[in-house]
């Protein structure tokens, strides 16, 4: 399998290209109004220079502080999604959900998030957005 | 320069303190992420990919007919990446996993296995390969404002051009 794309013929296909069409649009939509949220807000005072906010093959990336969590958390909370959404967001089981978030949270426990789950809770709250490499 | 009018979700505070050089450079990398995306977006829809646009295992885990990915397609995306040059080792580097011998990978590629590949593995496997991406999580009401915000401009902005015409 190699990067190939579909004949420029297929959009002569009125049906395609309707869906074509809906679906890059749609696309296109959410990424400019998570670029613009990523690069324009000011992410309740989350500093977005952080090495937890670089590329994950970087060298300098770290895991986030706990506070960074809480604050990224919050970030999601504010805009009216609740703890329990958002663990079910990054498919985490929901047995496990709640406390396991309090835990990446809580400055007293040994329990950090992993990096895929950072990476994920960062771009649903708009603070990155991992693309093709 | 007037204040950026824009939804108090977004918490976008005024752009008057920023220099021109800022404001330039701050659109630049907007432009530049953006056009990024539009790639990104065109691959999803247009590309010749190894897992059709609207499998289930493209969905979000929220969405009632996700379904995991199966070892065959998870090994179809990552014969794409290898495809495009990436060893296995910058695969697992990606996911944030131990590249040494890419054993967590193997292991989820492994069908006698059954340890499945984790969701936000998955997840952020789909946007290297360019197949899907994650985006900004919002809640119903806010996406509607956005939504009906979008369909306004564009029917306002084709009403402009067909007055031109």
């Known amino acids: ?133 | 320069m007037s204040n950026l009018k824009v939804d108090k979700f977004l918490q976008i505070k005024t752009i008057d303190s920023l220099s021109q050089d800022e404001i330039d450079s701050g659109m630049t990398e907007i432009a530049i992420r953006d056009a990024f995306a539009r790639n990104h977006n065109f691959q999803s829809v247009f590309g010749e990919n190894p897992i059709e646009q609207n499998d289930p295992c493209l969905l979000l885990i929220t969405d009632e007919n996700y379904i995991p990915p199966t070892t065959v397609q998870l090994q179809s995306v990552v014969d794409l990446l290898m495809s495009r040059g990436l060893k296995k080792t910058h695969i697992s580097k990606n996911l944030g996993i131990n590249p040494d011998g890419s054993r967590s990978l193997n292991y989820w590629l492994n069908p006698d296995k059954d340890r499945p590949i984790p969701y936000a593995s998955w997840r952020l496997l789909l946007a290297i390969s360019g197949l899907s991406a994650t985006t900004i999580l919002l809640n119903e009401d806010v996406k509607q404002r956005i939504t009906d915000k979008v369909i306004r401009e564009r029917k306002n902005k084709s009403e402009a051009l067909k007055g031109v015409k």
């Open chain 1, 1 to 133: 399998m190699t990067d190939t794309f579909k004949s420029i013929a297929a959009l002569d296909d009125p049906a395609f290209l309707k869906s074509f069409t809906e679906e890059r649009e749609a696309l296109n939509d959410s990424a400019r109004l998570h670029i613009s949220n990523m690069l324009i807000c000011d992410h309740d005072g989350i500093d977005r220079g952080l090495n937890c906010f670089r590329a994950i093959n970087d060298q300098l990336f770290e895991l986030p502080g706990k506070d960074t969590v809480k604050l990224t958390v919050k970030l999601l909370t504010d805009r009216g999604i609740s703890k329990s959404e958002i663990t079910r967001c990054i498919g985490i089981p929901e047995r496990r959900s709640n406390p396991l978030l309090n835990k990446w949270m809580n400055e007293d426990s040994d329990s950090k998030i992993n990096k895929s789950n950072w990476i994920v809770l960062a771009t649903m709250a708009g603070l990155i957005l991992p693309m093709k490499i």
